[in-house]
Every structure is written in C-alpha cells, then in structure tokens.
C-alpha cells in the first residue's frame, strides 16, 4: 500500500524529467517548474499537487501511464524502483500488471551522467549529519 508522500515523491520525480501529468481525461497537461526548491519542493509543485488530489479535477495521471493519482493512492497499489533506471513506479500489489514504466518513453533515460531526480533535502541537517560522524 502506498502513502500519500510515496506517490507525491512518484510524481515529483517524474516532474523532474519533464513528463506532465494529464488533468480531466486528458484535457490540461501541467508539469511545474521548478519541482524542488532548497530542501523542500516548490510552491508550484504543492499548488499542482493540490490540484492533482483534487476531485474538482476529475481522472489525473502521469504521461504515459494508465493509473490515475487516485488509484495510486488507493491500498490495491505500491511503488517501487523499476528494474531498467531505478526510478519510482507503481506496481500492482495483487493481480497482473500490463502497464510499462513511464521512461520506456524516454528516448534519453537512464543517463548515468545526467543528475538523478531527487527528492527535497535539507542541507543544514545532511551537514550536520557529516559534521558529527567527522567528530566521532
């Protein structure tokens, strides 16, 4: 089963490489920029995030996918690493699954030499962390 912050992770990752997220059957694509400010995500990304969760904005889901947001944050499904780049995609928790992951799109992905998307971080904790294992 997957929480609410897994998928918003899914989605922001994905935002990172420029796939979109298709609002109302299709009819409005929305792809935020930036995704991540600082060690939090943007005011745009939690504006269309919002939306996304939103009823008022009917059947949502990623570019090149067939889950909508609201079955993602259903019980009936996980997310997981996908087994060709790594990157966050949901799996069917029970039954079969026909559905491919979204970089099979991709013409460029996986790229080792490209920065991975990422998840917000913050860096005054992360430095401490070091700081402290230093001191040890």
């Not at 997220?21 to 990304?45: I, T, W």
């Not at 504006?47 to 059947?59: A, F, K, M, V």
């Not at 996980?78 to 069917?92: D, E, K, Q, T, Y």
């Not at 991709?106 to 790229?111: E, G, H, I, K, S």
């Amino acid at each position: 089963m997957t929480s609410d912050q897994q998928v918003k992770q899914y989605v922001a990752y994905w935002f990172q490489l420029g796939k979109r997220v298709m609002l109302h059957n299709g009819k409005e694509a929305v792809l935020p920029e930036p995704v991540v400010q600082g060690d939090r995500y943007s005011d745009a990304f939690e504006t269309c995030w919002q939306r996304l969760i939103s009823p008022d904005s009917g059947e949502c889901y990623l570019e090149g996918t067939s889950q909508t947001i609201e079955e993602l944050l259903s019980s009936q499904w996980n997310i997981s690493p996908c087994a060709r780049c790594g990157m966050p995609v949901p799996v069917l928790d029970l039954g079969v699954m026909d559905a491919d992951c979204p970089c099979s799109d991709l013409a460029n992905w996986p790229n080792d030499e490209l920065p991975r998307p990422r998840s917000p971080i913050n860096n005054r904790s992360r430095l401490g962390n070091i700081r402290d294992r230093l001191q040890r």
